[in-house]
Antibody, heavy 126, light 110 residues
Framework: EVQLVESGGGLVQPGGSLRLSCAASGFTFSSHAMSWVRQAPGKGLEWVSATRGSGGRTNYADSVKGRFTISRDNSKNTLYLQMNSLRAEDTAVYYC???????????????????WGKGTTVTVSS | QSALTQPRSVSGSPGQSVTISCTGTNSDVGGYNYVSWYQHHPGKAPKLMIYDVSKRPSGVPDRFSGSKSGNTASLTISGLQAEDEADYYCCSYAGSYTFVFGTGTKVTVL
């Protein structure tokens, strides 16, 4: 069974740091792009970041660029999100998702996210 | 990276059909055939319902269908059932290796 389990959420003060983890199982982790998506209280889903299977290409939403870093350890089947300089507006449930990607007419695309974890809650507050 | 526009809510009686619109721009919905739709029950993991505009993953009932015209994508739920009550989000590839989600629509089964 394909499964994603997030961990590492918690309460952190503004300006602080936190590292989220996502343990993957049931598929060949290194062959697939992965993504982080968040949902702030009372708000909709917001794409945060994505990385290719090899980890070579990483991309970020403007709202987190320069503060968050996505990485992966393919030997441990684990995806990470290092979050620095946290703000109150980063308070959210953070979901890890397996992304489907590929090439079309020579160009690389992210297509969709087909498997999701249940999320981990991050609260930024003093 | 502006969110795609969806209606805040739609509702229908059991057995009826409802359609959710998702409006973007030439840089996302209109520029690529990579629109997906997700069902989200509060407290649970989002679930992929439609990908590549109109394709259904295995296990998703054929009551769910997707389409696109220009900068607007649509999700139609035919034969509405009680378990379809949830939040629904569209999502599109938005260029430069990024995704953008819609604002979300709450579907209520009356």
């Amino acid at each position: 069974e394909v499964q994603l389990v997030e961990s590492g959420g918690g309460l952190v003060q503004p300006g602080g740091s936190l590292r989220l983890s996502c343990a993957a199982s049931g598929f060949t982790f290194s062959s697939h792009a992965m993504s982080w998506v968040r949902q702030a209280p009372g708000k909709g889903l917001e794409w945060v970041s994505a990385t290719r299977g090899s980890g070579g290409r990483t991309n970020y939403a403007d709202s987190v660029k320069g503060r968050f870093t996505i990485s992966r350890d393919n030997s441990k089947n684990t995806l990470y999100l290092q979050m620095n300089s946290l703000r109150a507006e980063d308070t959210a449930v953070y979901y890890c998702a397996k992304a489907v990607d590929g090439y079309s007419y020579g160009n690389y695309y992210y297509y969709y996210m087909d498997v999701w974890g249940k999320g981990t809650t991050v609260t930024v507050s003093s | 990276q502006s969110a795609l526009t969806q209606p805040r809510s739609v509702s229908g009686s059991p057995g009826q059909s409802v359609t959710i619109s998702c409006t973007g721009t030439n840089s996302d919905v209109g520029g690529y055939n990579y629109v997906s739709w997700y069902q989200h029950h509060p407290g649970k993991a989002p679930k992929l319902m439609i990908y590549d505009v109109s394709k259904r993953p295995s296990g998703v009932p054929d009551r769910f269908s997707g389409s696109k015209s220009g900068n607007t994508a649509s999700l139609t739920i035919s034969g509405l059932q009680a378990e379809d009550e949830a939040d629904y989000y569209c999502c599109s590839y938005a260029g430069s290796y990024t995704f953008v989600f819609g604002t979300g629509t709450k579907v209520t089964v009356l």
